[in-house]
């Protein structure tokens, strides 16, 4: 099977990142993914943002979570791109991707699994986190909706599945510094689990991974990735 190129943030290498340009960009490059993050304002919106304070990306000082979406989205990400809300994001991507959410530290599941929902996307919708909390939430709350664990990767694959198991999660989306061999690989798939790397910036990383089965590359330029593998 083909390894899936997706693009962190959006094709954030060209664009703002998790903006709605850097959205329209991963699909015109043919990403087969995206990766976005997810916080949820002050008043229970879902808004796609990395960072827990607002100020590298909006120049403005505070945390997102203390803003109500009003009062967001007056803001401008590096100066131009107004932040979207989580079901803009949706909107745009109408299941022409999958979409991976990392839902973030803090953040509320119900009001995302509710975006979610509305938008007719639990088919083409992936939960993850590192927080193994927020995916056992995920999965008591929208056991239909498919989970993965993010990890940096420390162990091996027994410990990894094992982590993922506990956290309620079918997949997991490693560090690629930590995938160290093809039998890593082949012993994460044989424990039934997806797996996907990031972030992966490098051609000769990505062919290396793709060759040894990794299920998805997560990086910055989905069009290098593209003609990597």
Not at 26 to 44: C, F, H
Not at 106 to 119: C, I
């Amino acid at each position: 099977m083909a390894t899936l190129v997706i693009a962190h943030r959006g094709a954030s290498a060209e664009k703002p990142e998790n903006t709605l340009a850097a959205f329209r960009r991963a699909l015109a490059l043919k990403a087969d993914g995206i990766e976005l993050d997810v916080q949820v304002t002050r008043d229970g919106v879902p808004a796609v943002f990395h960072d827990a304070g607002l100020r590298r990306l909006t120049g403005r000082p505070g945390r997102l979570a203390d803003h109500t979406w009003r009062e967001l989205k007056e803001l401008r990400v590096a100066g131009t791109e107004p932040i979207p809300r989580l079901a803009d994001a949706l909107a745009l991507v109408r299941g022409r991707a999958v979409v991976q959410i990392e839902l973030k530290r803090g953040a509320t599941v119900a009001p995302v699994v509710r975006a979610v929902r509305r938008a007719r996307a639990t088919r083409w919708v992936i939960l993850a986190s590192f927080e193994a909390p927020l995916v056992r939430a995920a999965a008591k709350l929208a056991p239909d909706i498919p989970r993965m664990l993010i990890s940096a990767g420390r162990g091996g694959a027994g410990k990894l599945l094992r982590q993922m198991t506990a956290a309620g999660a079918g997949g997991l989306s490693l560090r690629h510094r930590a995938v160290r061999n093809r039998a890593m690989v082949a012993a994460i798939h044989a424990g039934g689990a997806t797996l996907w790397c990031w972030t992966v910036n490098d051609a000769a990383t990505a062919r290396r991974l793709a060759e040894w089965g990794v299920g998805a590359l997560i990086g910055d330029n989905p069009g290098l990735l593209r003609g990597a593998v």
